[in-house]
């Protein structure tokens, strides 16, 4: 949850992000409600809990006549204790679900608005230009035998594939290309459960306005990921970590799934929107005055893939309306895709500041010896739709596709996929 000190110190603070999230203001105020009557029910049950302590004390110390009279007093203050408790308990409850409705605080300089009021940081590579009239990812995928979208739905239904020979390969060469790139940063590489438990996928802010697009078995009470930051950020779940000497930093491979309800009738051709997807994920635990400059080396990470594989693309500064409840910044990396005419959304890195790590009490020791949450960062570095970018920027008229040449050494050395057949050649 958000910080509640922070929330009655500067609630405007709050009531602005949410106001540029275009998320109820109100919420603050109902929270702040909220938590002045928890402090005042703990305080009164405290004060009645320590009156009964010494209550305790004055019996014991009494003689037999006087004890059986104080005993009785002693059981009627003992239920007056009890039902503040229960008074004390239900308003931090109340508290507790109001202010899970306030998301995370923008950080300053996030565009106010909607998905479309997002802010272009820079540009990279300019846009390819063919002699020819360029195919689109499916059909060069059918092309090569890499992708079966027709044999995918028949075995799991709509918005699943299958990816097949060099598809197979050339994601597999991809994710193993972003590893080492994660290794030479210093991250440790994690292979991560898919399945998890309501408090983590919970914790990491998943289960609010996000809990349409996740899958959920209800027999197991286990939920599907749909990134691994949902398990990195679990992963030191009730921990106190020593960040004294560095960040902790991890890569997490997984398999990925997501619902996307909402979407009906978006991006249905081809693999850029399906239920099913690997990722590379980079998640990251910081001291939070770090936090920013953290965020800047994953997107130079990131960065760094797609110049090397090729792709133009440019950096976006996610406005607030379009950010998760867990980001306090988000920046998106977008690949441009030629046959749509537009950029596509290849990487996310967020910055949830001390927002999950407060939900999952994940906490570093100060110099005072005290404890105080941590900040936690992820950002994609390789995913199954990149293939998407890679196969439509580097084609060529006979439907063949150049490898990008950092990615040959993944591939054996192959320098251009080839065609199984040319659909539609001259």
Request: glycine share 8%; with cysteine; hydrophobic share 40%.
């Amino acid at each position: 949850m958000i910080d509640p000190v922070l929330l009655r110190e500067n609630p405007d603070l709050f009531k602005r992000s949410q106001e540029a999230r275009g998320d109820s203001v109100e919420a603050v105020d109902a929270a702040l409600a909220a938590d002045a009557e928890r402090r005042s029910t703990i305080t009164a049950f405290e004060d009645l809990r320590a009156a009964q302590n010494l209550f305790g004390k004055r019996v014991a110390a009494a003689p037999g006549a006087e004890k059986k009279a104080l005993v009785a007093e002693a059981q009627s203050l003992a239920v007056e204790v009890k039902a503040a408790g229960v008074i004390a308990g239900e308003a931090d409850a109340r508290f507790t679900a109001i202010v899970k409705t306030i998301a995370n605080p923008i950080l300053d300089g996030v565009p106010c608005g909607a998905e479309e009021n997002f802010a272009t940081l820079r540009t990279h590579g300019e846009a390819p230009v063919f002699d020819f009239e360029p195919r689109d990812h499916l059909e060069l995928g059918e092309l090569l035998g890499a992708i079966d979208m027709a044999r995918g739905a028949k075995v799991s239904g709509t918005r699943f594939y299958f990816l097949k020979g060099i598809g197979a390969r050339l994601e597999i060469a991809l994710m193993n290309m972003a590893l080492d790139r994660a290794l030479e940063a210093g991250f440790v590489p994690l292979i991560t459960p898919t399945l998890v438990r309501p408090e983590i996928m919970d914790g990491t802010g998943f289960l609010g306005e996000h809990n349409d697009e996740v899958y959920y078995l209800p027999a197991d009470d286990l939920y599907l990921t749909g990134t691994s930051e949902v398990a990195l950020a679990g992963y030191h779940k009730d921990e106190i970590l020593d960040l004294s000497e560095e960040p902790l930093r991890y890569a997490g491979w997984s398999t990925c799934y997501r619902r996307e309800a909402g979407s009906g009738g978006k991006d249905t051709r081809g693999i850029i929107r399906v239920h099913q997807f690997n990722k590379l994920e980079m998640f990251t635990y910081v001291l939070p005055e770090n936090a920013d400059a953290e965020h800047e080396r994953l997107v130079a990470l990131q960065e760094g893939m797609l110049q090397s594989l090729g792709l133009s693309y440019r950096v976006i500064d996610v406005a607030a309306g379009d950010l998760g409840s867990s980001a306090a910044r988000k920046f998106d990396i977008e690949a441009w895709v030629p046959t749509q005419n537009a950029y596509r959304e290849l990487t996310s890195t967020s910055n949830c500041t001390t927002y999950q790590a407060r939900r999952l009490d994940i906490r570093y020791r100060t110099e005072s010896g005290k404890t105080t949450p941590v900040a936690t960062l992820n950002g994609t570095l390789a995913t199954t739709r990149w293939i998407v970018a890679i196969l439509e920027t580097h084609q060529q008229a006979d439907g063949s596709v150049l490898v990008p040449e950092a990615l040959r050494p993944y591939l054996g050395g192959l320098e251009v996929l080839t065609p199984l057949r040319v659909k539609g050649s001259k």
